[in-house]
C-alpha cells in the first residue's frame, strides 16, 4: 500500500532537511545481501505489531545502521545510558549484571531475529544496570535515541508496535524465569533446550548454569546423563 501525498507531505515536513538518509534512500539499500535479507525479516517482524505503508517502510530503512559487535565486547555497558536500539541480524548477546553479592549474574540471552535494548534506560535515558556483553561477532540493525524519536513522529503507529513487541518479549521472559524456577537441573536444562534450540553448544557453560541457577558442576553432570 502506497502513502497518499498528504501522507508523504507530513513526513517530509517533519524530517530535518539536511538529513540527506531519506532523500538518498535508494544509496543506503546499496547493502550486503544478507543484511537486505535480514533487514527484511526487521520489517516482517514490526508487521506482526502493526501496518505500516510502503512509504514508512522506506523510512525505517533509511535510518536503520549497521553495528558490528566484536567477542568479548559490549554493545551496552553497566551504567550507560542506552543510545541505540539494536536487532540482532547474526550472534549472541549476553544481558548479565551483578548480585548483591557482586557476583557476575546472567540475566538473558539475545539471539538472532531479537531486539536488544534495556528498554527502561532507553526510554528514561538513565543508566543502565545491566549490560550486552557479546559471546560471539554479532551484527545488529539499530535505531539511534534521535532517529528512533524521528520515526515516532512520523509514523503514527511506531511507540505502538513497539510498546506491543516489548511487551511480547517481557512475557515471554517472565514465562520462562517463571518455569524455571519450580523445576530441578536437569528439568530446567531440558526446557532450555526447548525454548533455545542449538544455543546450548553456543553459550559458556559457566553463563549457561548462572542462567539457569545452578552450578556448573551440577550442569556438567546433567549435560552428561543426558548424552
Not at 541505540?84 to 550472534?91: D, K, P
Not at 545491566?130 to 503514527?156: H, K, M, Q, R, W
Not at 514465562?175 to 519450580?182: D, P, Q
Request: glycine share 4%.
Amino acid at each position: 500500500m502506497k502513502a497518499c501525498p498528504q501522507e508523504m507531505k507530513r513526513i517530509n515536513s517533519i524530517i530535518p532537511k539536511t538529513d540527506e538518509n531519506f532523500v538518498q534512500a535508494c544509496v543506503l539499500y546499496n547493502l550486503a545481501p544478507r543484511i537486505e535479507v535480514s533487514m527484511e525479516e526487521l520489517i516482517q517482524q514490526l508487521l506482526c505489531f502493526g501496518k505500516l505503508d510502503h512509504l514508512h517502510i522506506e523510512l525505517i530503512k533509511s535510518k536503520c545502521e549497521v553495528v558490528q559487535v566484536k567477542k568479548g565486547t559490549y554493545f551496552l555497558k553497566t551504567g550507560r545510558v542506552v543510545s541505540r536500539v539494536g536487532y540482532i541480524t547474526e550472534g549472541i548477546l549476553r544481558v548479565g549484571y551483578d548480585d548483591p553479592k557482586g557476583e557476575d549474574t546472567t540475566r538473558y540471552f539475545i539471539t538472532e531475529n531479537h531486539f536488544a535494548a534495556d528498554i527502561k534506560s532507553f526510554l528514561l535515558q538513565t543508566p543502565s544496570t545491566a549490560y550486552f556483553e557479546a559471546l560471539t561477532d554479532c551484527s545488529l540493525l539499530t535505531f539511534s535515541v534521535a532517529d528512533f524519536a524521528l520515526l515516532g513522529n512520523a509514523i503514527p503507529c511506531w511507540n505502538d508496535i513497539f510498546s506491543k513487541l516489548t511487551a511480547a518479549y517481557l512475557a515471554e521472559k517472565v514465562r520462562i524465569s517463571r518455569e524455571l524456577l519450580t523445576l530441578d537441573a536437569k528439568s530446567r536444562y531440558l526446557l532450555f533446550l526447548d525454548y533455545f534450540p542449538g544455543l546450548a553448544n553456543r553459550v559458556p557453560l559457566s553463563s549457561l548454569a548462572s542462567f539457569l541457577g545452578i552450578t556448573r558442576s551440577s550442569l556438567s553432570r546433567v549435560r552428561k546423563n543426558i548424552c
